[in-house]
């Protein structure tokens, strides 16, 4: 994956902050599913369900994350190309 991007992104204090975007955004909303959502499900589904699921969970939740930043960061690659006249 690294080399994928490191051919839509050259600068590598750019690549850093795209990866950290992806990092911060994974842990936010999984702060956030932790707290809002598991005690509910502990109490609905029972711990065992709960525990089997949230792997899951999180784990769509990140590949999500990075599936949408992909594309952001594709589109603004395109965007940029069709307007630098060089």
Same mark, same amino acid.
């Given at each position: 994956?690294?080399?994928?991007?490191?051919?839509?992104?050259?600068?590598?204090?750019?690549?850093?902050?795209?990866?950290?975007?992806?990092?911060?955004?994974?842990?936010? #909303? =999984? *702060?956030?599913?932790?707290?809002? &959502?598991? @005690?509910?499900?502990?109490?609905? $589904?029972?711990? !065992? #369900? =709960? *525990?089997?699921?949230?792997?899951? &969970?999180? @784990?769509?939740?990140?590949?999500? $994350?990075?599936? !949408?930043?992909?594309?952001?960061?594709?589109?603004?690659?395109?965007?940029?190309?069709?307007?630098?006249?060089?």
């Amino acid at each position: 994956m690294t080399d994928i991007v490191r051919e839509q992104i050259a600068d590598s204090t750019d690549r850093v902050k795209w990866f950290a975007k992806i990092n911060a955004t994974h842990a936010c #909303v =999984t *702060l956030l599913l932790q707290t809002a &959502v598991v @005690g509910w499900l502990l109490r609905k $589904i029972g711990v !065992g #369900v =709960t *525990l089997a699921m949230l792997p899951i &969970v999180l @784990g769509l939740v990140g590949l999500s $994350i990075l599936l !949408g930043s992909a594309h952001q960061q594709a589109t603004a690659t395109v965007a940029h190309q069709e307007t630098d006249p060089g």
